[in-house]
């Protein structure tokens, strides 16, 4: 059986959550022998270099992102445009035709399709239409739900219509996939429910996880802005929404309370979101000596602040799925003070040691300053407890479901 992996990023290299997922997911569909091919119709990054194992489907300057129609929804635009570039990719006969020799090219037996928007381009195939070439959705959230708060929650919201639009335009989209799917893969068990609730012919969990790395060699190892005179919280997110506006209202308010020695470390492009929406909120001078923001960093980099950090902290408040940021700071063998939304997916490991679940901003900011004042101890991941959380285990159950499909 081929399996082709369609995602709409790149996999190979994995940047952010929802990269590490498909990443993970290619990488432990291959470890159980299975024959995988990868497709990504996704926008070509300036650190993107070509692998022959991943084609890329580059959308390009599509017209329509320059259209009127394309401007009507304002900032927000930003914030769907996963949505709104598979439905401009319709109206280029040029790009189908690419995307249908590459996928020509692939042969699949079956399409695990990750993420639900490049659905239309698929449904255009008769043999998919009739089952003939079965689909499995690999999803990370209810789409509909997600882009429904983020737009709730954005400062420049689309106008009403044009934001019913949207939702209806998501929602007919992700159902569609749902019932004529084969197989759905959920992160929780919540969202499987949904899916059910919309047709699905079957849903298996499989939850996000993480890899276990020592880091006990790297203690007191630390890039430039820090020393090991700094007791230091560690965040680590991309530019998606929840990670900034949780950032904002869990951490920001526990600021004027750090010592001189304290320090918040920002991993990732989320510092940059962060840092900007301070700005706007004229809470700027709460950064300096207070707040580092390293931008998107090194996998070494990244080992040696994961060693050195007083704790971990996952400050979600909305958003679907579950939070592949948690499971990697369950495994990283540090302190985590998690909110109650990051925890989705992972209420079985809410007894964790060092884990502690704070359901507002006091408590966590409480948290945060008991945890900065605690004296520093290396400490490694209880791999008895843990090991549930490993990509080979939380991976399993799609394995299984690709195997009875094919």
């Known amino acids: 059986m081929r399996i082709l992996q369609l995602s709409t990023h790149t996999t190979l290299v994995p940047r952010h959550g929802g990269m590490l997922r498909s990443h993970h997911i290619g990488r432990v569909i291959e470890q159980s022998d299975l024959d995988l091919r990868r497709l990504a119709f996704a926008h070509r990054s300036p650190e993107h270099h070509d692998d022959p194992r991943e084609p890329l489907v580059n959308p390009g300057p ?44 692939a042969g699949p037996d079956l399409i695990l399709l990750e993420h639900p928007w490049t659905w239309p381009l698929l449904e255009r195939y008769e043999a998919v239409r009739s089952g003939a070439l079965p689909v499995v959705y690999s999803s990370q959230n209810v789409e509909l739900t997600l882009k429904r708060q983020i737009m709730d929650q954005a400062d420049a919201a689309p106008p ?27 992160c929780t068990a919540a969202d499987a429910e949904v899916f059910a609730e919309w047709g699905a012919r079957r849903v298996v969990v499989a939850p996000n996880g993480g890899v276990r790395q020592p880091r006990g060699h790297l203690i007191d190892v630390l890039p430039e802005g820090l020393s090991p005179d700094h007791a230091f919280a560690l965040v680590v997110g991309s530019m998606h929404p929840p990670n ?8 920001v308010p526990a600021l004027p309370r750090l010592a001189p020695h304290h320090r918040v470390v920002i991993a990732g492009d989320a510092g940059i979101g962060i840092l900007q929406a301070m700005e706007a909120r004229g ?12 931008g998107r960093v090194a996998t070494l980099t990244l080992d040696c602040l994961l060693a050195n950090a007083q704790v971990v902290l996952v400050p979600i408040l909305y958003g679907g799925g579950s939070n592949v940021k948690t499971a990697e700071a369950l495994l990283s063998g540090r302190p985590v003070i998690a909110s109650g939304p990051a925890m989705r997916g992972f209420d079985a490991f809410r007894g964790t040691a060092g884990l502690t ?50």
């Open 62 to 105: 599509l017209p329509f992102w320059g259209s009127d129609a394309f401007r009507a929804y304002g900032d927000c635009r930003w914030l769907v445009s996963d949505y709104l570039s598979a439905v401009a990719a319709l109206e280029s006969p040029a790009l189908l035709a690419e995307f249908d020799a590459r996928l020509a090219e």
């Open 160 to 186: 009403p219509p044009l934001r019913e639009a949207l939702l209806k335009g998501i929602g007919a989209l992700e159902k569609g996939l749902v019932a004529a799917a084969a197989g759905v893969v959920a």
């Open 244 to 251: 900034i506006s949780g950032f904002l209202d869990l951490v």
């Open 283 to 294: 809470l700027s001078r709460l950064v300096e000596n207070r707040v580092v923001a390293l």
């Open 357 to 406: 679940v704070a359901e507002d901003a006091a408590a966590f900011g409480a948290a945060l300053m008991e945890a900065l004042e605690a004296p520093f101890r290396a400490s490694g991941p209880d791999d008895a407890a843990l090991a549930p959380l490993l990509w080979e285990s939380t991976i399993a159950p799609l394995v299984n479901l690709l195997r009875e499909i094919g």
